[in-house]
């Protein structure tokens, strides 16, 4: 049936105020502003703690802070412009998640995309100003830094940390106040800023990187199922009117 036309039948002579609930039912079906507003029911608010993605981008959001701090003050810009973009590719994900709609989750994970990608330029400036040393070779593993023990050792720091059982007023005050939080992995906390190297940033930039995008197409794959899903049981309702 085409948008603004009617409902043509039998009832229609007989009571036309059947036949302006069906139209507005119609109209209402058509133009869906959110097509399935349930599919990102979730138990906790607090569910990405569990993606590597966000995992990996707090760890980078971490090392940013500890190599920035020993920036003179003269590159006060640059170390403002790359703490808030390594922030923001957390934020992002955090804030995506809590979204009602898939669709709202995937735009906020394109925000942490594009900060990621101005954090790998920044890092990649800073290295060519002889801020940030390059030694091939190393790795996180030469700091001691294992991505797996990483993540589940920051699930049971985040969880355990009352900001998290308010979490409206809890990311601000965390993410500033970084350098007193304590998360109880060695590797990170006893973290020498002079051992990271512009090789250590590429290779957790490509991995946080890969982990996002592998999280967009799985999300895509959702959204895509669920369209479907919406349209076969538009029809469905569309038909069972039409046979009221």
Do not use: C
């Amino acid at each position: 049936m085409a948008h603004g036309k009617s409902y043509t039948g039998p009832m229609q002579d007989q009571n036309p105020i059947i036949q302006e609930l069906i139209d507005k039912t119609l109209r209402e079906l058509s133009e869906p502003k959110n097509p399935i507003a349930r599919s990102r029911i979730s138990n906790t608010p607090n569910g990405y703690i569990h993606l590597v993605a966000w995992s990996n981008a707090s760890l980078l959001r971490t090392i940013v802070r500890k190599f920035t701090d020993t920036l003179p003050k003269s590159e006060y810009r640059t170390k403002t412009q790359v703490d808030d973009a390594a922030r923001s590719t957390v934020a992002n994900i955090e804030e995506g998640f809590a979204r009602p709609t898939t669709k709202e989750y995937l735009n906020f994970l394109g925000f942490s995309q594009a900060s990621l990608i101005e954090v790998k330029g920044d890092v990649q400036r800073v290295q060519q100003d002889g801020l940030l040393p390059s030694r091939p070779g190393s790795s996180l593993g030469t700091l001691g830094i294992d991505l797996a023990d990483w993540h589940e050792v920051l699930k049971a720091s985040v969880i355990s940390h009352k900001f998290l059982q308010n979490p409206l007023k809890s990311s601000k005050g965390f993410y500033r106040n970084l350098e007193e939080f304590t998360f109880h992995y060695p590797p990170v906390d006893n973290l020498d800023p002079h051992a990271l190297t512009y090789e250590i940033f590429i290779e957790l930039i490509n991995k946080t990187d890969w982990h996002l995008r592998k999280l967009v197409v799985s999300l895509e794959d959702k959204l895509a199922r669920d369209q479907k899903y919406y349209q076969v049981e538009q029809a469905r309702i569309r038909g069972k009117i039409r046979g009221f």
